[in-house]
């Protein structure tokens, strides 16, 4: 009864290679994210989708493209992977205005060799 | 846009001791206020929210924080830590984005070590 799954935990991969992280949350929240946790642990936005659709996109290279299939789910896909993408990205949901807390989920570590 | 500044990046303590850890932001406007909680190779965990209200809210594990809209800070404490407390803690501020949505930036984060 996990509330914010990934899939997978972790994912090592050569440079140049195309991969996907899969998100799924049981909360019935609206909104979901995607976070990256760089090697010195800061955590900064992606993006966001609310009822599957784009409404916070970061400044982040267009190799990113978020996919919200339903409200449930987010996948994150990455194209071209570079090894600055060596990092944990976390997936979180929230149900704002009334519940603006974001719950997160355990993480998946990509290791780009 | 908003920043959220952990003054200490380390803070070791003994056990049973006493502990604070620091946190500041950049505008109280419209703002929700956060701390999480990361254990080695684990997602965040929620300590504690400020919304409005009361200014002290309490939070898991023994843990309260401050919200001190004239010094912009919510300092997060705890009476007497335990070893099991050594974690990474993260202050977060929630502010508008645009329309309703709303944005988590985060602060760089404190280790805090419980030394036994």
């Given at each position: 009864?996990?509330?914010?799954?990934?899939?997978?935990?972790?994912?090592?991969?050569?440079?140049?290679?195309?991969?996907?992280?899969?998100?799924?949350?049981?909360?019935?929240?609206?909104?979901m994210?995607?976070?990256?946790?760089?090697?010195?642990?800061?955590?900064?936005i992606?993006?966001?989708?609310?009822?599957?659709?784009?409404?916070?996109?970061?400044?982040?290279?267009?190799?990113?493209?978020?996919?919200?299939?339903?409200?449930?789910?987010?996948?994150?896909?990455?194209?071209?992977?570079?090894?600055?993408?060596?990092?944990?990205?976390?997936?979180?949901?929230?149900q704002?205005?009334?519940?603006p807390?974001?719950f997160?989920?355990?993480?998946?570590?990509l290791?780009?060799? | 846009?908003?920043?959220?500044?952990?003054?200490?990046?380390?803070?070791?303590?003994?056990?049973?001791?006493?502990?604070?850890?620091?946190?500041?932001?950049?505008?109280?406007?419209?703002?929700?206020?956060?701390?999480?909680?990361?254990?080695?190779?684990?997602?965040?965990?929620?300590?504690?929210?400020?919304?409005?209200?009361?200014?002290?809210?309490k939070?898991?594990?023994?843990?309260?924080a401050?919200?001190?809209?004239?010094?912009?800070?919510?300092?997060?404490r705890?009476?007497?830590?335990?070893?099991?407390?050594?974690?990474?803690?993260?202050?977060a501020?929630?502010y508008?984005?645009?329309g309703?949505?709303?944005?988590?930036?985060?602060?760089s984060?404190?280790?805090l070590?419980?030394l036994?």
């Amino acid at each position: 009864d996990t509330a914010v799954s990934q899939t997978p935990k972790y994912l090592v991969t050569q440079m140049g290679n195309d991969k996907s992280i899969k998100c799924e949350q049981n909360l019935g929240h609206d909104t979901m994210y995607w976070y990256k946790q760089d090697s010195k642990k800061f955590l900064k936005i992606m993006f966001s989708y609310n009822n599957k659709e784009l409404i916070i996109n970061e400044t982040v290279p267009n190799r990113f493209s978020p996919k919200s299939p339903d409200k449930a789910h987010l996948n994150l896909h990455i194209n071209s992977l570079e090894l600055g993408d060596s990092a944990v990205y976390f997936c979180a949901s929230s149900q704002p205005p009334g519940r603006p807390e974001q719950f997160f989920g355990p993480g998946t570590r990509l290791t780009v060799l | 846009a908003q920043s959220v500044t952990q003054l200490d990046s380390q803070v070791p303590v003994f056990e049973e001791a006493p502990v604070e850890l620091r946190c500041n932001y950049s505008s109280s406007v419209s703002v929700y206020l956060f701390w999480y909680v990361q254990y080695p190779n684990q997602g965040l965990q929620l300590l504690l929210k400020y919304l409005s209200g009361s200014t002290l809210v309490k939070g898991i594990n023994g843990f309260e924080a401050e919200f001190n809209k004239s010094q912009t800070s919510f300092h997060l404490r705890k009476p007497s830590v335990h070893i099991s407390d050594t974690a990474e803690y993260f202050c977060a501020v929630s502010y508008r984005y645009s329309g309703s949505a709303r944005q988590l930036t985060f602060g760089s984060g404190t280790q805090l070590t419980v030394l036994p």
